[in-house]
């Protein structure tokens, strides 16, 4: 009865931590708020802003997830929520 107890504290311990690495590095954000950032950076940069078609583009680009390489997708896409030039926007993407 030990035995079993231990070994559902493991497993349980496991999923915890399977959930914490899924939220905190493998869960992209949202494709509106990459590329509302990219917008307001471009107007900010330069005055011009993303039109209507421009943006569904961008949400349709970076919402597909890939099959392979989830890891770097999902830090590109966070370095381009968070970036706040168009210099680190640059950076981002290579």
Do not use: Q
Request: net charge positive; charged share 25%.
């Amino acid at each position: 009865m030990k035995a079993l107890k231990i070994l559902g504290i493991i497993v349980g311990i496991i999923v915890v931590a399977a959930f914490v690495f899924w939220f905190g590095w493998l869960k992209a954000p949202a494709a509106e708020d990459v590329c509302s950032n990219i917008s307001s950076v471009m107007e900010k940069e330069s005055g011009a802003k993303l039109d209507d078609a421009s943006m569904k583009e961008c949400v349709t680009r970076y919402s597909r997830t890939p099959e392979f390489g989830l890891m770097p997708w999902t830090k590109k896409l966070k370095c381009l929520r968070d970036a706040s030039s168009a210099a680190e926007l640059d950076k981002c993407g290579k």
